[in-house]
């Protein structure tokens, strides 16, 4: 990892210091996409449970796939700085593992924009994780969300 630059300018604080959101007014439209994952661990009863379909609220999965697509639109409203991005995919898959046991999360987000989708990626997982805890703590309350990072970006002036 690398450290930030100390005279770097930062770009989301105004001359009095003040955070403020990025002007991106000027900067071109581009394809952008960013892919995130993360895990859950669990009992192996519970994750049984899940892939039986046999859990209290019902179907885990699917619940937890809409639930990622829908907190990816609305990060803009959870993350004070971000841009409103007009999202042209999501896409939510989990996957169960035996070897976690859990389950583990990925998502890809997709726009052109004049910023990237970054947080959006990260904010469907993250989300899509919390609703199979929600949906199976009253069979586990000792689930475990980790691992939640942004392992892919394109598009934009950073590039990859």
Not at 101 to 113: M, Q
């Amino acid at each position: 990892m690398t450290a930030p630059r100390r005279d770097a300018k930062l770009s989301h604080v105004d001359e009095s210091g003040r955070a403020r959101m990025v002007d991106v007014t000027a900067k071109p439209e581009t394809e952008r996409m960013a892919r995130a994952r993360g895990n859950i661990t669990m009992l192996t009863a519970t994750l049984a449970a899940i892939r039986d379909n046999r859990t209290p609220k019902g179907d885990v999965l699917g619940v937890a796939r809409v639930a990622g697509v829908l907190a990816a639109k609305r990060t803009a409203e959870l993350i004070p700085l971000c841009h409103s991005l007009p999202l042209t995919d999501v896409d939510v898959t989990l996957e169960l593992d035996d070897s976690l046991p859990g389950i583990r999360a990925e998502a890809i987000a997709r726009t052109v924009s004049r910023t990237g989708v970054e947080m959006e990626a990260i904010v469907a997982v993250s989300v899509a994780l919390i609703t199979v805890y929600d949906m199976a703590k009253a069979i586990d309350k000792s689930m475990v969300l980790g691992g939640i990072e942004l392992v892919e970006k394109r598009g934009g002036k950073s590039g990859p």
